[in-house]
């Protein structure tokens, strides 16, 4: 900011000199030096204000305008320039909100993109008609002001504790303890008072985070066409499946701990400890809940049997359990017990036998 | 003239009933130093100003409802989807409203440039030492300004009710959650019962549009006025002190410059708004929680907690018969944590060392300051880790390196890196004192080489001007830790337990330095001390005018 300012610059004076004998005669290269080193170029302005050893003061701090006329009026007009540019872009922000109508994508795209071209310009105009300004017309210059010390006088801080303590006198707070330990006692409640109130906020968990809505019998449905699934129709090894239970579509709240993968292995490809009962015809079905911190494990490989969560990257090896092989996950997820019913379709034998998504201080 | 007239007029006016001439005109003539990094703060400011601005735009057209409706909007490819009235309305403002992406574009674009903007600001105060006496207050409103921040921009794009941001509320329960004791409580208190539930938006929604915004619109104020009372900090400099402040006045200068700054970082937003998609949440879905797709990532400023979680080993322990999920628990509070607490305390553990309790108004140069700017670039080490591991996904499919890696290389990195971090920033401040004592002993190569009569060739050094060497020879003046009567090689009784070697250590860590070559710097008497190759007759300022620098006893100007 400080930087040398072009002709509108008053007489630089004795830095200049300095700068040059400095710097071998050369001035480029001396204003070079000053970048290296990484400080403000070196103040070449006058301090206006009058020095303390009794000089007669300026009546003046800042000087009245450029010397260099051919130059100002340079300046002058490139700064009513960019304040035009600036005007016509927001005439022409105004044009595009007529103009321009939305609805479709299309549309907004050209909208958006009308609306915000006019309004960028308008705005980056008015500011470099306001930079050039105050960089080629306003004189530069460099005022000094002297600090004080923060700490208040003695005077004042004695002053302060006397009318602090005669008011505390007056108010006979220390001198009368009954009134200042029931005054205490008295905003107890008050504090506590909002936070009780903020007890209907929701229920207590109770056991609800024990427990998902997978009952003995419920029907698996796949998640988005709530169609009902036999083995026969899901029998390509390799194949994976989001499942929800029957009727809950509509619950995220169920949903969010009800959310089950479902996936078929070749022969003899499951393991231990996958629990083979609670399969059918090797068909497997883990909770999508990660027990990390709750997002659906959704990515599953086939090449590997790992499923992974996309959150933190928690993986589960799907043929051995769900167990977890790599990331943040301290728990397999858990698997959701299958049989048949009566009519063939994939349904649940029980809920699951813990519960399901990240831990709770409560789950045991 | 009659302008002349028609000003004073309103001014008596007004100075009748309000008497604000003479505050008023020390407020026009108060001095603003320069230097590019006292931007940044300003970036943050006018961020929230725009954040303020397009938010409110937005409020008039969202609805913080998670009441399903079947949409049927002008976004065909979501056309008879199920989807909250959030939802719904967001995409409402992103395609039925004119300028309603724009606005949400901007907003986004916005907080990020906020977050940015307060990162660079608290980094900037940290290095040059402008924490320091008196400014401890404003620097713990700056931490809190940060972390409101953090919970503002959570809540902020959370409100649309899509899969991503769906996928961060659901890690925020799976966190609360992890508090012992009444981590289930408070989850269950928060989300209305279970997750999602139908309260969160709502609940949300005051909280981002009323509550934050008005602490935080507090707490700047409160920020901007101690600032103004206590005066700028400024670099190092020809006439520069520890007294005074040297720059060009709030009325015209300051006020047109910052003016073009605010239009600037306006115009800068816009054009990002308009060319720039962010958080395009009709591709995302409504948020169910069932799906979730790959290469999901936070805001940037949230990077970090999400990098913690990430990198840090499954443990989960089983505590007095409850199960305590430490896998989430201590990275997502204790890494944010420490360095929020760290950076807290840091000033006043600075004063406990040093010994040093005097106002600073004049900044360190970072190199000048070895220990503090060490810590500082070990602690940005620790963080980056964290941070650049919250997005490993996208790390390890942009180079195509295995995603396991990216995690094994930050559970190494974020130990050893803030070591390495710390050793290599010392070693360069180090060098680079060296290199300014080098400048000032010897001056600076003109390029001109001359031939000595004798057949020597010699190069031309020039001593450095006295504005450079104002900079050069600023260094902090630690005083000697206080004497609490010992003499000689006896140390004081106050300096021989355990606390006191242990804070004699710490001071000579702290105050580490390359000497200043003989004759400059502290207390000098006499001498400029240049080197032998100096050129004659460079004008440079008289002894007492040199060490005028921060160096001039008594800095506390407790005269």
Redesign the interface.
């Known amino acids: 900011?400080?930087e040398t300012n072009g002709p509108a610059e008053p007489e630089r004076g004795?830095?200049l000199?300095?700068?040059l004998?400095?710097?071998?005669g050369?001035p480029d290269?001396?204003q070079a030096?000053?970048r290296v080193?990484?400080?403000?170029?070196?103040?070449q302005a006058r301090?206006l204000l009058a020095d303390q050893r009794g000089e007669p003061a300026e009546v003046r701090?800042?000087p009245a305008g450029p010397e260099d006329l051919p130059s100002a009026k340079r300046a002058e007009r490139a700064v009513a320039a960019c304040f035009t540019i600036a005007m016509l872009a927001g005439l022409g922000f105004i044009a595009s909100?007529v103009i321009?109508?939305?609805?479709?994508?299309n549309n907004?795209f050209h909208?958006?993109?009308a609306?915000?071209?006019t309004?960028?310009?308008?705005?980056?105009a008015?500011?470099?008609?306001?930079?050039i300004?105050?960089r080629r017309l306003?004189p530069n210059?460099?005022?000094?002001?002297?600090?004080h010390?923060?700490r208040s006088t003695p005077e004042n801080k004695a002053a302060f504790a006397k009318t602090f303590e005669e008011g505390a006198e007056a108010s006979q707070f220390v001198k009368r303890p009954i009134i200042r330990r029931t005054l205490i006692a008295a905003t107890v409640p008050a504090v506590i008072a909002p936070i009780v109130l903020?007890?209907d906020?929701?229920?207590?968990?109770e056991k609800?985070?024990d427990h998902t809505v997978w009952k003995r019998g419920t029907r698996l449905v796949v998640?988005g066409t709530n169609r009902p699934l036999t083995p026969a129709e899901f029998n390509s090894p390799g194949a994976s499946l989001?499942v929800?239970p029957e009727g809950f579509a509509?619950n995220?709240?169920a949903?969010?701990?009800a959310?089950t993968t479902l996936i078929k292995f070749g022969p003899d490809e499951l393991k231990a400890p996958t629990v083979m009962n609670w399969t059918v015809d090797n068909i497997v079905a883990y909770s999508?809940?990660c027990p990390?911190?709750?997002?659906?494990a959704?990515?599953y490989e086939q090449t590997t049997h790992h499923i992974l969560c996309?959150?933190?990257?928690?993986?589960f090896d799907a043929a051995r359990g769900a167990k977890?092989i790599?990331?943040?996950?301290?728990?397999p997820l858990p698997q959701l017990p299958l049989m048949l019913n009566a009519q063939g379709y994939l349904v649940a034998q029980s809920d699951y036998h813990e519960p399901v998504?990240?831990?709770?201080?409560?789950?045991? | 003239m009659s302008t002349n007239r028609a000003l004073e007029g309103v001014g008596t006016f007004l100075d009748d009933r309000l008497h604000g001439a003479r505050g008023i005109r020390i407020f026009l003539r108060k001095i603003f130093p320069d230097h590019w990094s006292f931007l940044l703060g300003e970036i943050a400011l006018y961020s929230f100003i725009i954040l303020l601005l397009t938010g409110t735009f937005l409020t008039l057209f969202f609805q913080p409802s998670m009441s399903t409706i079947t949409y049927h909007g002008s976004y065909l490819p979501l056309e008879g989807v199920k989807m909250s009235r959030a939802y719904a309305s967001t995409l409402d403002i992103s395609f039925d409203v004119r300028g309603g992406l724009l606005m949400r574009q901007i907003h986004h674009w916005a907080a990020d440039l906020f977050m940015a903007a307060i990162f660079a600001h608290m980094i900037r105060i940290f290095f040059t030492g402008a924490y320091r006496k008196p400014r401890e207050v404003n620097w713990l409103i700056g931490i809190t300004l940060f972390t409101l921040g953090l919970i503002e921009g959570l809540f902020g794009y959370s409100l649309p009710d899509d899969l991503l941001s769906g996928a961060g509320l659901r890690i925020l329960e799976g966190v609360l959650q992890s508090i012992p004791i009444v981590g289930t409580y408070l989850a269950f208190f928060l989300f209305g019962g279970p997750f999602p539930g139908n309260d969160i938006v709502p609940r949300m929604y005051i909280l981002h549009v009323l509550v934050i915004p008005g602490l935080l619109l507090a707490l700047i104020t409160a920020h901007l006025f101690i600032m103004v009372f206590q005066k700028h900090t400024q670099m190092p400099g020809k006439g520069r002190t520890n007294q005074n402040v040297v720059g060009q006045p709030m009325y015209p200068y300051f006020m047109a410059k910052t003016g073009a700054y605010f239009f600037f970082i306006f115009g800068i937003l816009a054009l990002a708004g308009a060319a720039a998609q962010i958080n395009p949440v009709w591709l995302y879905g409504p948020y169910n929680p069932v799906a979730m797709s790959a290469g999901s990532q936070p805001d940037f400023y949230m990077g970090m907690l999400e990098g913690a979680l990430r990198v840090f080993p499954a443990w989960n322990w089983e505590v007095l018969g409850h199960d305590f999920a430490f896998n989430v628990f201590v990275p997502a509070l204790v890494p944010l944590g420490l360095i929020f607490t760290g950076a807290a305390v840091w000033p006043f553990i600075e004063q406990w060392v040093t010994g040093d309790k005097r106002e600073h108004h004049l900044l360190d140069r970072p190199r000048n300051a070895p220990t503090r700017t060490a810590i500082g670039m070990a602690v940005i080490t620790f963080y980056g880790v964290l941070w650049a591991e919250g997005a490993n996904d996208i790390i390890a499919d942009h180079f195509n390196v295995s995603l396991y890696l990216t995690t094994q290389i930050a559970q190494v990195a974020w130990l050893v890196g803030p070591i390495l971090a710390y050793i290599i920033t010392k070693r360069i401040c180090l060098g680079l004192q060296r290199k300014d004592v080098h400048l000032l002993e010897h001056g600076v190569e003109t390029g001109i080489i001359r031939q000595l009569p004798s057949g020597e060739f010699i190069e031309e050094t020039a001593p450095v001007d006295e504005e450079a060497r104002a900079v050069l020879e600023s260094r902090p003046d630690y005083e000697p830790l206080p004497d609490l009567g010992g003499t000689g090689d006896v140390p004081a009784p106050g300096m021989r337990g355990a606390v006191g070697k242990v804070r004699t250590r710490l001071y000579n860590l702290a105050t580490e330095s390359v000497p200043l070559p003989a004759g400059n710097g502290h207390r000098a008497v006499e001498g400029n001390g240049h080197g032998q190759h100096a050129v004659e007759g460079n004008g440079h300022a008289a002894p007492a005018e040199v060490s005028s620098g921060p160096d001039a006893p008594p800095a506390d100007g407790e005269h």
């Open positions: 900011m400080s004795e830095d000199m300095a700068d004998a400095a710097s071998g050369e290269e001396g030096r000053h080193i990484g400080t403000p170029a070196p103040a301090t701090e800042l909100y321009f109508r939305v609805h479709t994508i907004v909208s958006n993109l609306l915000g071209l309004m960028a310009v308008a705005f980056l008015l500011g470099a008609g306001a930079v300004w105050v306003m210059v460099e005022l000094t002001e002297q600090r010390v923060l903020l007890r906020s929701g229920p207590l968990p609800s985070l998640y989001s929800i509509d995220d709240d949903l969010a701990k959310a999508k809940i990390h911190l709750g997002c659906p959704a990515l996309p959150c933190h990257q928690s993986t977890v790599f990331g943040p996950a301290s728990r998504g990240p831990s709770f201080w409560e789950r045991s």
